[in-house]
């Protein structure tokens, strides 16, 4: 009986702990999402912030977790990506 409610008490307080981080996928897609602006690398830094930011985002979805900037590195991404896509083809012309 006494294991029983330490182990309910322990998976609460460990249920607390999760809610209020931030998942590390989505901290990581964000900043790599943020350096596709300044740097490019043909897009290719872009996809990568996409897709470490979406995985990121299902993860923390389904652990309660925080997605904010799981949401922000998809947006950066995708706009990096893309403006160093225009580049190429007007520097291309």
């Known amino acids: 009986m006494l294991h029983d409610n330490i ?3 322990s998976a609460k307080r460990k249920e607390r702990q999760i809610e ?3 998942n590390g996928l989505c901290i990581a897609g964000f900043v790599v999402s943020l350096g596709s602006l300044f740097l490019g690398l043909w897009g290719l830094t ?3 912030g ?3 930011s979406a995985v990121g985002r299902s993860q923390a979805e389904n652990n309660g ?3 904010g900037l799981g949401t922000a590195g998809i947006i950066l991404g995708v706009i990096g990506a893309l403006w160093c896509w ?3 083809v007007i520097a291309m012309s």
């Open 65 to 67: 977790q925080k997605s």
């Open 46 to 48: 872009g996809l990568v």
């Open 50 to 52: 996409v897709a470490l």
């Open 7 to 9: 182990t309910i008490a």
């Open 86 to 88: 225009v580049m190429l």
């Open 20 to 22: 209020g981080k931030t």
